[in-house]
């Protein structure tokens, strides 16, 4: 009995001594772990831990406004209300939305976009923009029905707004909504927390220094993305505030002279000392503000599609031959190359045949002018009435390479403008091209169409406006800008030193200039009867432009309208006052035939207007300018 | 061993009024007031828990020292009786019993609800050591084989409800017994090996796929971090980020900005970690570890082979509360649902831990028995 007892008590004794060392041996190995965890991947962990709580929220910046030379806002931030939904608070989302319908205005393809920025990755309980810009009844709506809507909320933003409207959607542009392409290539840490960017104009050219740098806030948050505290903040810098060279005024004069005659076309003025752009128009327009916060397709497309082709910007990127409006820098390159001088005239036929060659060109003038074939034509009266056989037969002995070099220096073929948005370089033709492009040697018939704006030639009405300008400053090549100032007074843009066009003859100035006066103040003048100026003296050039026999579109055109688009551009460059010239100007007119009655009047209420103020201004000091384009 | 040896020398107080381990009691008291300090934290600052945790140690407590005054006579003479009425109750579970989270354990009696599982922690043990000391040893096959059946019928019951954890602790109890009472090697390493070829079987046909996930997250939590590995992560980062020192009391982002998840019943020991750092795990260690040990001198001590089988079978259950449960929340053990003794919230069990306690106390104190 003592014997078992023993032996019992010492089978159970050594389990337990077993079972002890075991439990010992276990917890150093517990040890271990924690030790392994705590001290030799303490690091690690210790980042994973606080990337888990610390959370970086952007605060995106202020973006810079943008001002018109009299510091009218052309751009500005206005503050709107957004719906925005928590996904993690929202039960069942299809019929939210469907609540959410019979409240506010949501179209489907509001809710598609809703859906993709859904789809993206994002932090958990941070909103997703459903809908921009709620107006007033909406948000009374949306707070009426608060407590039934669960992870619906409204939040306050800045949007991009166009106080103008469709008066600068080509030049100043518009913001949009970074779409999938921008996002690949942008900087995100740029972006971080902006959802728009420029897109077109001054917005997009500029769109460095109007954006700014987001600032941030770090946060700690919680399991849930609530955000539990904000542990450090560093503030945004807001973008650069832009003042541009164009003026309401001269604008919405150029606006209104196109529109009240429902003509389609560009304006493009130029200031003649800075090369500031002081208007620059494409019409028909359309409102930049449709695509701040998403153009729907049902507005979008018809637009796309239309035959007047709105989105085009006629000024910087509508390339047209310019026609007869060349014929100022034919003529100095004729001047300069000795071919003629002031005194020499050439008789006119009507027409001019080449030497050799069986081919006539015929001059416009011989089926419209009174004293008809056989007028002895000098320089100045080809340049006011615009006579093609005198630079014809001057091109023929120039040759083209004076004339290409001319034109070259002009700015022709060339872009000269320094932050127009996406400018259309044109053409400017010689022999090596055209032997390039069409596999042809250069005829001479070429060279005598090149002297009169057409065949190869082609010109945006900026380059025309442009080159006008050059002459006005009689050589000086000003490069046309946008940009004025900045508020910071910093200038993001490298003017470059302007070259000079020298002439042996520098007279020759004065003497086209006075030339160019008669087109519409001499008697023979082609803007003569279309401009009545007596408030300041007019150097002026008229042309007119072939279009092309099927327009874009033509196709669905009835023949009325296809009949109307197939007449010929009319076109207009000018400079005023005549003796000390302040402004250039070029008009286009889409289909206008003539460039003097379908362009003159134009420029001239452009003219007006920034040489005499705007329309009110002109009646009495009583009307305050800044008031009355307010929007 | 002299028959007239003195009466062995006890503290006045022991004898005048309560027949507790002294040490042992102060040990605990040590512990329950660590594991309210941490509570406080877990729960963020919770002052509602705290108190309802320290109720529940103080009836803990009092019915350690209640169970500790029993005799060790009655309590061997009674030692099938609390097997047989949880048995009867784990039976009655699924017919009356109700759901809580999905799983069948509880049942109402007499207006109050509870887990017979729990009762069966300490039943368990009681019964085999009762069944193991009427029997010669060391343990016979036979004997053993016996033993098992009247392990494993109350335990497949837990497994079904489902309670892993709750079966794990209640078999390794039972088996405790057997293995304290002498089973030959030979025995325990055939059974090693047989265990060992029934895992393809549990895999395949007795584990749930909630479990088998949470087996495949141990090995690789990165696999469905938000998912199933989500504990394992948020919980490895918080002890690791801890490092040496801690992030200070009530200062572990983890635990307090929600990202580890229980953190104040079975995760608890995530957040002594991240906020005491390796320092607060080793003294939370070395705490458990002089409590195991005067655990095993009081088993030793224990005068009946019954109440030294018992006594040893309660401390070795009580190590698997701890090992099971900060190797699993340090991610080298599967999740199973075992509270950390004394710092994890919860009523039952630190009730049924206590009242462990109070056995091994009852079926230590005296000689009277042998």
Known sequence: MVQSQIQEKRIVFNRLWLAFALVVVLLVLLCYRYFHLQVVQHEGFATKSERNRVELIPIPPRRGLIYDRHGRLLAENRPSHQLVLVPELVQDLPQLLQDLQQLIQLDDNQIQVFYQRLSRARRPH??????DGLDDSE??????????????????????????????????????????????????????????????????????????????????????????????????????????HLDVDVQRAAFDAMKTRERRGAVVAIEVETGGIVAMLSAPSYDPN??????????????????????????????????????????????????VNWQTTIRDPGFYRLPNEDRVFYNWTWATRRGGAGDRVDMVQAIAESNNTYFWDLAYNMTLEPMHEMYDKFGFGRNLALDVFRPAAG????????????????????????????????ATPLQIASATNILANEGVVVH???????????????????????????????????????????????????IQSPEYDIAAKTGTAQAVSRPDGSERMDPKTLEERQRSHALFNAFAPARDPKISIAVVVDNGESGGRAGGPIAKEVLDAFLLGPPEARLGPHLNNQERFRP | ?????????????????????????????????????????????????????????????????????????????????????????????????????????????????????????LAMPLLIAWYASRKPMPLSLWHACLALVLILLPTL??????????????????????????????????????????????????????????????????????????????????????????????????????????????????????????????????????????????????????????????????????????????????????????????????????????????????????
């Not at chain 2, 048995?87 to 019993?97: A, I, K, N, R």
């Not at chain 2, 801890?242 to 079975?266: A, I, N, V, W, Y």
């Not at chain 2, 088993?299 to 509360?321: C, D, H, P, W």
Request: hydrophobic share 50%.
């Open chain 1, 480 to 530: 046309p800008r946008l940009l004025k100032n900045t508020h910071s007074g910093e200038l993001p843009l490298i003017i470059p030193e302007p070259e000079v066009i020298q002439l042996s003859n520098s007279d020759d100035w004065q003497q086209m200039f006075a030339a160019m006066r008669q087109t519409v103040h001499g008697a023979r003048g082609t803007a003569r009867p279309h």
């Open chain 1, 139 to 244: 948000m009374a709506a949306l707070a009426l029905e608060r407590h039934n809507l669960r992870g619906v909320d409204t939040q306050a933003t800045l949007v991009r707004y166009y106080p103008y409207g469709e008066l600068f959607a080509h030049s100043v542009g518009y913001v949009g909504r970074i779409n999938e392409e921008e996002m690949r290539v942008l900087d995100r840490g740029r972006y971080a927390g902006m959802d728009v960017i420029g897109k077109v104009g001054v917005e997009r050219t500029y769109e460095d220094v109007l954006h700014g740098t987001p600032g941030f806030r770090k946060v700690e948050t919680n399991v849930h993305g609530r955000i539990i505290r904000e542990l450090e903040r560093k503030p945004p810098i807001p973008g650069q505030d832009l003042i541009l």
């Open chain 1, 427 to 458: 053409l400017n033709p010689s022999r090596q091209w055209k032997r390039q492009h069409r596999q042809l040697p250069w005829f001479a018939g070429d060279t005598l169409n090149t002297a009169v704006g057409q065949g190869f030639m082609l």
């Open chain 1, 290 to 339: 449709l695509f701040v916060s998403g153009i729907p397709a049902s507005v979008f497309n018809p637009l796309r599609d239309s035959i007047d082709v709105p989105f085009l910007d006629r000024a910087a990127r509508g390339i047209y031959p310019p026609g007869s409006t060349v014929k100022p820098f034919v003529g100095l390159a004729g001047l300069e190359q000795g071919v």
């Open chain 2, 157 to 370: 019951l837990i497994l079904n409800q489902p309670d892993l954890g709750t079966s794990l602790l209640v078999i390794s109890s039972g088996l405790f017994v057997v293995f304290l009472a002498g089973i030959a090697w030979r025995w325990l390493i055939l059974a090693g090996i047989a265990g060992l070829s029934m895992a393809p079987v549990m895999w395949f046909w007795v584990m749930r796929d909630y479990q088998k996930q949470r087996v495949l997250t141990m090995f690789d939590p990165e696999t469905d971090p938000l998912g199933a590995g989500w504990n394992i992560i948020q919980s490895t980062t918080a002890i690791g980020s801890g490092g040496l020192r801690g992030k200070g009391f009530m200062e572990g982002t983890q635990s307090q900005l929600s990202f580890l998840p229980e953190s104040h019943t079975d995760f608890i020991i995530a957040v002594l970690a991240e906020e005491w750092g390796f320092v607060g795990v080793l003294v939370l260690l070395s705490l458990y570890l002089l409590i195991l040990t005067r655990c095993f001198m009081l088993s030793a001590a224990a005068e009946s082979v019954f109440g030294r089988l018992l006594a040893g079978a309660i401390t070795m259950t009580f190590f698997i509360y701890i090992f099971v449960n900060a190797g699993m929340v340090a991610g080298i053990l599967p999740v199973v649902g075992v509270p950390l003794p004394m710092l994890s919230y919860g009523g039952t069990a630190i009730v049924t831990l206590m009242a462990g306690f109070g056995l091994m106390m009852a079926v230590t104190k005296t000689r009277r028995l042998a």
């Open chain 1, 126 to 131: 941070s909103p997703v923009v459903l809908r």
């Open chain 2, 1 to 121: 061993m002299s028959l007239n040896s003195p009466a062995p020398r006890r503290h006045w107080l022991q004898r005048a009024v309560l027949a507790v381990d002294w040490p042992l009691t102060l040990l605990l008291f040590a512990l329950c007031g660590l594991g309210l300090v941490v509570l406080y934290s877990a729960s963020g600052g919770s002052t509602l828990l705290v108190e309802r945790q320290a109720i529940r140690m103080a009836i803990g407590f009092m019915a350690m020292m209640l169970i500790a005054q029993m005799s060790p006579r009655l309590l061997f003479r009674l030692a099938w009786l609390p097997y047989l009425l949880a048995f009867v109750l784990l039976l009655m579970v699924p017919f009356f019993g109700f759901e809580a989270k999905g799983a069948k354990r509880w049942i109402r009696l007499a207006g109050i609800g509870f887990q017979p599982s729990e009762i069966m922690k």
